[in-house]
């Protein structure tokens, strides 16, 4: 980050702590709000991330 740069300024990002949150069962507009993402492209990202997992584990499983 830049001396001139504070965190209020800097723009909003989907941190690995938001992702945690809405795995964990976080107020998905609630999220939204924090990261300035909607809520249909925060819910599109989760379920894909939950799909990936679901096929991983069935491979492993094989």
């Known amino acids: 980050m830049a001396e ?3 965190p209020e300024a800097m723009p909003k990002r989907f941190w690995a702590q938001h ?3 809405l795995l964990r069962g976080e107020d998905i507009k609630l999220v939204s709000r924090e990261v300035g993402r909607t809520a249909a492209k ?3 990202w989760k379920e894909a ?3 990936v997992g679901e096929q991983t584990m069935e491979i492993k499983l094989l």
Do not use: D, V, Y
């Open 4 to 6: 001139s740069e504070t």
């Open 19 to 21: 992702k945690t949150e």
């Open 42 to 44: 925060l819910s599109r």
């Open 49 to 51: 991330f939950l799909a």
